[in-house]
């Protein structure tokens, strides 16, 4: 085999498994809208099930339901006929998988479901088989063969599979209207966690925000900048708004023999950059990157009083970048 041979190889098995995708895009019926009807209003949780690589699938396709709203988890049939059957209740609903239609694994699942009323979603490439006379709501999968030249390793229908599982869940999300906050609550660690995390979460507030008044001295104003470590201080008017700001790099732009002496509305750079609390980290970043001119720190405000204070150094511990 050659580079060509390989690369020919994989534009095929994309080709196809694109192809299986339209099909299923053609296919699609009132039979998804009566599914998300279901898996919206259940009072329970939605429980995935499926054998071998459906059942790989499966767990993907209940850890991202679960992630976006729907509460979700895998139940692995051969484990059901074995006690886990009581992880099932009668205010739940169960999505079976299987290509065929015909796993004999998921023969107690089903069983269950029809004596216990819990209404069974089916997903196959068969309607005619067990799973999809037993569905109460039939997803039909494109029988277009595998992109395997075999025809025997599941690859069509498993992307298939995978892709049907994230329009399920992408509709709940968009019928809901989950936000990244509702998100990020369910992904409080990792990358995802960093990312989401909200200006309110990072800042600093209180008497950690260096702060002096419009008539206080330069004096005053560096030795409060000194003890607060943030490499600046916020001016404010007689009504507390923020109107100005003095950094480390205004010191040394407007150093003189007499600057201690002067007052810090003097030397301050006036309508600072800010943000607000509610804004993720990433955004607030992204300000102080894209002005071009080193800004690496933003008062945060709310009726144009400074609330907290956020250094990029805050948003690169937490892992926002």
Known sequence: MNQHDDLASARRTIDKEVEALRMMENDLNGNLTKALDLMQNTKGRVIVTGMGKSGHIGNKIAATLASTGTPAFFVHPGEASHGDLGMITEEDIVIGISNSGETKELSDIITYCKRYGIPLIAITKNPTSALGRAGDILLQLPDDGEACPLG??????????????????????????????????????????????????????????????????????????????????????????????????????????????????????????????????????????STGKGITVLFVIENDKPVGIIHMHDCLRAGVA
């Open 152 to 289: 025997l390793a599941p690859t069509s229908s498993t992307t298939a599979t995978l892709v049907l599982g994230d329009i399920l869940a992408v509709a709940l999300l968009e019928r809901k209207g989950f936000t990244k906050t509702d998100f990020n609550r369910r992904h409080p660690g990792g990358k995802l966690g960093s990312f989401l995390m909200k200006v309110s979460e990072l800042m600093h507030k209180g008497s950690e925000m260096p702060l002096v008044s419009q008539n206080a001295t330069m004096q005053e104003a560096m030795l409060e900048m000194t003890s607060k470590m943030l490499g600046c201080v916020g001016i404010t008017d007689k009504d507390g708004h923020l109107i100005g700001i003095i950094t480390d790099g205004d010191l040394r732009r407007k150093m003189s023999s007499d600057l201690l002496s002067k007052k810090a509305s003097e030397i301050m750079t006036h309508n600072p950059k800010t943000t607000v609390p509610d804004i993720l980290a990433a955004e607030a970043l992204k300000i102080m990157n």
